[in-house]
């Protein structure tokens, strides 16, 4: 089954998450036939090299069907805000908002909006957010598996 997938970065800086993501869709590409684009926030100097296409998030508005990911709060409120004919999902890396000031209602917008998926990494992450926000995650996705991630998004 080929695959239609957007991902939105904050940048391509040097660090665990860029990496490994960018890894995950490196080999998506090299072996398929499934397209990938990244989007980007802000530009910088790429962590690795990219296999991938990648544009400046403000071209979102010319991705169609397919599934878009964001992988930070700062990319989740521009898919929260963004029209697109597309499925949406929330990978939680890690949650940046612990041990710094954060605006409650901001992160609960983001995580409880019913046209976005919410997946995290561990049930750690899973058992944080329902604690603090009451509310269920869709999925639990430890390494960015975007098959996993498409089958997840793909339920209603």
């Known amino acids: 089954c080929r695959m239609k997938t957007g991902v939105l970065f904050n940048d391509f800086t040097k660090n665990d998450k860029n990496y490994h993501i960018m890894k995950s869709l490196n080999d998506k590409v090299e072996n398929s036939t499934n397209e990938v684009c990244g989007f980007l926030l802000n530009v910088s100097p790429k962590v690795i090299q990219t296999n991938f296409a990648y544009v400046n998030v403000s071209d979102i508005s010319h991705f169609n069907g397919g599934l878009l990911i964001a992988t930070s709060l700062d990319t989740a409120d521009c898919l929260r805000k963004t029209s697109v ?39 750690l992450q899973a058992d944080v957010i329902k604690n603090n926000f009451n509310l269920k995650v869709s999925a639990i996705n430890e390494g960015f598996n975007l098959e996993e991630i498409h089958e997840v998004c793909q339920r209603e």
């Open 85 to 123: 004919n597309a499925k949406k999902c929330f990978y939680l890396w890690n949650l940046e908002w612990l041990g710094r000031s954060f605006s409650f209602y901001g992160v609960y917008k983001l995580l409880s909006n019913p046209k976005i998926k919410t997946i995290v990494r561990s049930q």
